[in-house]
């Protein structure tokens, strides 16, 4: 026993320390790189729930911050709604003024493009992305948002005006390959559907539906949809609260999003799902009323 005790280095004695790193690493994974919009400035974590890198000092309106996937520059929507992509240091690389109608925006992959969902249309400031063509299988439509997948995939939201009823919310699914289209409805149009987000690995989506003439971006209930070939069914469902902008990384198992706390103000919250690990929850202090925010 002498002989054993004698040789342990550090506090595990069976193993080393880079291996102890390792399995809490897959116990409690990191969670890196968010952007997020308080108090009107744009800031960013490199590892949350870490201090905060203030990126902007510019005051005004902001919304919908989108970072790109190399954390080297952000865009947003100004007060004026106009779209600014700013670098890491706050310094205005462009602005966006013949947009008129933006409802939402994210980068590509390659960070080459932002796509804009301006209207009903979708238009590229960068080199244009191959997307599949938007279907509307007759009625009288809106179009509400969209998103596009790291390999491609393409989903929007469309809203079907019913004169006779309450109007009818859908999304459709557009493979990249060419697969066989997918559509997504649900029953209770109390909450429609307003907010599209894709997961890390270009499978899983984000659905956000926000209480009827809310007039907010709040979401009053939000769906995960695990995979795409399988937006019949929903992963996980929460309607307990009010969210924001809610982002799936299924590399890590989290959710990110914003969370009402005790004085109905979003608090920044990453949410572990792969198991029931309450200490792999966190949450960022110090910035209740967050409203937008994005992880990549």
Known sequence: MYAVNSCQKGPYPYITV??????????HPAVQNVAFIYNNEVYFVADFPGKALRITNSGGGKKFVKSSHDHTKFAYLSSGSVIEIIDRTGKVITALTNYKDVRNFDWSVD????????????????????VP?????????DFISAAISDKGDFAYILKKYNFSA???????????????????????????????????????????????????????KV????????????????????YSTPVYNSKVQYLLWGIDNDQDKHQIVATYLKDDVPDNNKILADYDGVQYLDWK
Do not use: C, W
């Open 18 to 27: 880079d291996q102890a790193k390792q399995i809490d690493s897959v116990r």
């Open 111 to 130: 960070d080459k493009t932002l796509y804009i969902v301006n209207g009903e249309d979708i238009v590229f400031y960068g080199p244009a992305l191959k």
């Open 133 to 141: 063509s938007i279907t509307y299988e007759g009625g009288y439509y």
């Open 166 to 220: 309450l109007d009818q919310y859908e999304v459709v699914i557009k493979p990249a390959n060419g697969g066989t289209m997918k559509i997504f409805k649900d029953d209770n149009n109390d909450f429609p559907m307003a907010y599209i987000n894709f997961a890390a690995n270009g499978n899983d989506m984000m659905l956000g539906f926000r209480e009827l003439h809310s007039g907010t971006d709040d979401l009053d």
């Open 223 to 242: 769906y995960l949809f695990d995979g795409l070939s399988a937006y019949s069914t929903v992963k996980m469902g929460a309607t307990s609260s009010r």
